[in-house]
């Protein structure tokens, strides 16, 4: 089974018979969000509850049927079981329900907890009682935060956490924190290298292990080294290897270099630095394809 990070709570989750399931699809700018659009196919979606930044259901391609509220729905030979709990620690008195979802793929069971804003009711954890992979949001604010998120993940025994719904590099405006202190009060961190992950399993872990996934979908942000307020989100894009950046600015440049050697125009300094920006779109043609096509 695989799990990608698309960003914000939607995960991209795939069987190993090619079965897609896509949690919680946003909607890009809601309530600062600065991902890019969701341009994934999936078979199935889940919608833990109706926010515009989870229930963006035609953004997902490939006509998916959608599961919705709380009961056990059995969707193309799966069984999707929606527990009914709240958006607040107030019994929704602020922000409406929100439903969990449990669901099994290659013998690994999968719970997403959307933007579930209180501690686990005895009712809660009874009806999901464990998770092999769980999706939890873990910057407070809108939902659950650090420490009720690690308290949960405990609660759970949960194999291996995928903390989601925090403010990061790739979507710096979102109003919530950011993943640190999350991690700080978990023992066994892995910060996997890309936005995805596969598991099997046979090999889970035997201890709950948190594995950082980095966002497959965002936003190039226009923004310049020469302003102080924006050379550190500057120079974090070019640290991500932003797929999207290198293809359309350094083929640009790398075309600059062949164009004033055959015409034997003058060069600048911003030349001097095109045919390493060339080369790096090499390098990351991969990624772009991955990206941009899923392939």
């Known amino acids: 089974m695989k799990v990608k990070w698309l960003g914000h709570a939607s995960m991209l989750v795939t069987s190993d018979d090619g079965l897609r399931v896509v949690t919680d699809p946003y909607t890009p700018g809601a309530f600062g969000l600065n991902y890019a659009p969701i341009d994934v196919e999936?078979?199935?979606v889940t919608v833990s509850h109706d926010h515009a930044d989870h229930n963006n259901v035609p953004a997902v391609k490939g006509k998916p049927d959608v599961v919705k509220g709380g009961g056990v729905h059995n969707i193309r030979g799966v069984a999707f079981q929606g527990i009914d709990c709240y958006h607040?620690?107030?019994?929704?008195s602020q922000r409406g329900t929100?439903?969990?979802f449990c669901f099994s793929l290659d013998g690994i069971r999968v719970c997403h907890l959307g933007d579930l804003g209180h501690p686990l009711r005895p009712e809660d954890r009874a009806q999901i009682d464990y998770a092999d992979v769980l999706f939890m949001p873990v910057g407070g604010n809108f939902t659950?935060?650090?420490?009720?998120?690690?308290?949960?993940?405990?609660?759970?025994?949960a194999k291996v956490v995928i903390p989601m719904h925090y403010c990061n590099k790739r979507c710096p405006d979102f109003p919530v924190a950011g993943v640190e202190e999350f991690l700080t009060l978990m023992a066994n961190v892995r910060r996997a290298d890309g936005t995805e992950v596969e598991f099997h399993k046979d090999s889970l872990p035997d201890t709950t292990e948190v594995v950082v996934l980095e966002p497959a979908l965002y936003r190039l942000q226009h923004l310049s080294p020469n302003r102080p307020s924006e050379r550190g989100r500057?120079?974090?894009?070019?640290?991500?290897?932003?797929?999207?950046?290198?293809?359309?600015?350094?083929?640009?440049?790398?075309?600059?270099?062949?164009?004033k050697t055959l015409y034997a125009e003058p060069f600048t300094f911003k030349d001097a630095v095109s045919p390493l920006m060339g080369w790096r779109v090499l390098q990351e043609m991969p990624e772009v394809m991955t990206t941009q096509f899923g392939q």
């Open 144 to 157: 659950i935060d650090a420490s009720v998120a690690a308290e949960t993940g405990r609660v759970l025994s």
């Open 88 to 92: 607040d620690d107030s019994s929704g």
């Open 98 to 100: 929100n439903t969990t």
């Open 234 to 259: 500057y120079l974090d894009q070019l640290e991500y290897g932003n797929a999207d950046w290198w293809c359309r600015y350094g083929a640009r440049y790398a075309l600059r270099v062949i164009r």
């Open 42 to 44: 999936a078979d199935v």
